[in-house]
């Protein structure tokens, strides 16, 4: 059994996706980060970074934060959703890809776009531009594939899970797709809809 400690988060739900890919039993508890709850005394001996999700396995005793080692941790344990041979390394690029700079980026359009609109205008173009620039990395990744890494046209991996919640949210970049004041869903979206969001949501479903 699994504990998983998180929010509504994109990062709280690249691990219950996980999860419920996997089908194994987990008991999902909420740490409502309006409250501040993540910097509860009992949430903080799990994740000492104060940052959800986290998990606690119940049969290894391995108590863990951060969703880059959880999906590791979690998809080497049920030995699934990970490339093999070479394409492993590949898939882990993707992972930390996702980690370092998608996520993050991602989170600041919505920061400053969504949440602070006009508040700064420099931050504003400052990380529109860099998640642009991010989302046609990935457009780029995925010409002729179904999935971000794997031989051939890929294979359904964490490098996928780790990056829909945050792509499945590009509507509140709304700054991403407003070009002379007219909202166009540029070639990067209509790709990534086509592409990554189909072919999860049709694994999710099957």
């Known amino acids: 059994m699994i504990d998983l400690y998180t929010w509504t988060t994109p990062n709280g739900r690249k691990v219950s996706i996980l ?3 996997l089908g194994v039993p987990y008991e999902a508890h909420s740490i409502d980060l309006s409250k501040d709850e993540q910097f509860s005394k009992e949430f903080s001996k799990i994740s000492p970074n104060n940052k959800i999700p986290a998990i606690v396995d119940r049969e290894t005793g391995v108590e863990m934060m951060e969703t880059g ?3 590791l941790y979690l998809s080497n344990k049920y030995g699934k959703f990970q490339c093999e041979g070479a394409e492993y390394w590949q898939m882990l690029e993707w992972l930390m890809w996702q980690m370092a700079g998608f996520g993050p980026m991602l989170g600041q359009v919505h920061h400053f776009v969504k949440y602070n609109k006009g508040k700064s205008e420099y931050s504003e173009k400052r990380y529109y531009n860099e ?3 991010l989302y046609n990395v990935l457009e780029k990744q995925l010409e002729g594939r179904d999935f971000i890494a794997g031989e051939g046209k890929g ?6 899970m780790s990056c829909w919640p945050w792509v499945s949210r590009f509507e509140w970049g709304k700054k991403l797709i407003l070009i002379h004041t007219q909202i166009l869903r540029i070639g990067t979206f ?3 809809i086509d592409q990554l969001y189909k072919k999860v949501i049709q ?3 099957s």
């Open 155 to 160: 294979s359904y991996s964490i490098a996928d």
């Open 19 to 21: 999860l419920e890919e």
């Open 190 to 192: 209509e790709f990534l």
């Open 131 to 133: 998640a642009k620039r």
């Open 203 to 205: 694994s999710l479903n």
């Open 69 to 71: 080692a959880i999906m």
